[in-house]
């Protein structure tokens, strides 16, 4: 039970480290929705987007990770970032 538990707080910790780096993801696409007001430039960014998306899939495939894995949380992430940038 020792080693199950070590593993769980391993787990523990870097969920707290993936909340974190979400958090901070957030506060930079604030300044990024304040830049595109500023200069009257659209909140989806269609090309940039899909860059976006290719660099996160290609990073997960070096890793062995389920592209459709990769999808699911980039545009969960991407559809929240569009929110705040619509809503801020």
């Known amino acids: 039970m020792d080693k199950l538990q070590t593993y769980r707080q391993e787990i523990d910790h870097i969920d707290k480290q993936l909340i ?3 958090a901070k993801r957030f ?10 007001k500023d200069n009257n430039i659209p909140p989806l960014q269609s090309s940039r987007w899909q860059e976006v998306l290719d660099i996160a899939k290609k990073s997960g495939e070096e890793l062995w990770m389920n592209p459709i894995f990769i999808w699911i949380i980039w545009n969960t ?12």
């Open 20 to 22: 974190e780096l979400l």
């Open 77 to 88: 992430i991407h559809e929240f970032a569009l929110d705040i940038e619509k809503n801020v």
């Open 27 to 36: 506060d930079i696409i604030k300044k990024v929705w304040k830049y595109k």
